[in-house]
């Protein structure tokens, strides 16, 4: 059972550069989320999905897009990298009803934008 | 004003203690309360989750939540060099991630 699975673990990006960062999750649960964590910062949610097809912003969407095609895949696309995006980013999943607080993170992706 | 304030630190103890670690947060509709822990370079792993008021215990952590005062702890007995991470509250209105606010977080070590 490998719960929340991302990669790549690190990354360098030049400004202007684009990459998508992959997560998926074997647990069946509906909702996935983005999370960047920077320093002092706290946890900060980019965007969610509730089930595949659907999405939303969170707090800090600019800058990003997501896809869900499937349950199990929840994509995160930077376009036109800038440094501001350097950042630990966190994918996490939870299933619905009381579940739905309990969040399952992925092991991150550090991100650099040089 | 940040919806939820949690120090920092770093807060450092001797192996044995009793560590307290708090937030406050300014939303009075937040019904679930969450502690989460993480160790450097990982994801957060959830390690307390209580709906509304009261006190909740699970080995040497307790948390607590006073609704009326915006304030809610996490109490570490017998600290180990293994509780070494860094703790983040979170709190929500209802359910769902998307709800949810993360305290800042603190961190903690606890020397041998």
């Known amino acids: 059972n490998a719960g929340v699975t991302q990669t790549p673990k690190f990354r360098i990006l030049k400004i202007g550069q684009s990459m998508t960062l992959q997560c998926a999750q074997d647990?069946?649960?509906?909702?996935m989320y983005w999370y960047r964590q920077d320093p002092g910062m706290g946890l900060k949610l980019i965007y969610y999905?509730?089930?595949?097809?659907?999405?939303d912003k969170g707090e800090v969407p600019n800058g990003y897009n997501v896809s869900r095609s499937t349950t199990e895949d929840f994509p995160l696309r930077l376009e036109l990298a800038a440094p501001s995006q350097t950042s630990v980013y966190f994918c996490?999943?939870?299933?619905?009803?009381?579940?739905?607080?309990?969040?399952?993170f992925g092991a991150g992706s550090r991100l650099t934008v040089l | 004003q940040k919806e939820v304030e949690q120090d920092p630190g770093p807060l450092s103890v001797p192996e044995g203690a009793i560590v307290s670690l708090n937030c406050t947060y300014s939303n009075s509709a937040f019904q679930y309360f969450m502690w989460y822990r993480q160790y450097s370079r990982k994801g957060p792993e959830l390690l307390m989750y209580t709906y509304s008021s009261g006190n909740k215990e699970d080995g040497r952590f307790t948390a607590q939540v006073d609704k009326s005062s915006k304030y809610i702890s996490l109490f570490i007995r017998d600290s180990q060099p293994s509780d070494s991470a860094t703790y983040l509250c979170?709190?929500?209105?209802?359910?769902?991630?998307?709800?949810?606010?993360f305290g800042a977080g603190t961190r903690l070590f606890v020397k041998a």
């Open positions: 979170a709190m929500s209105e209802g359910t769902g991630g998307f709800k949810t606010i």
């Open positions: 999905s509730v089930g595949a097809g659907i999405t």
């Open positions: 647990m069946n649960h509906n909702y």
């Open positions: 996490a999943s939870s299933s619905t009803g009381v579940g739905a607080n309990v969040l399952t």
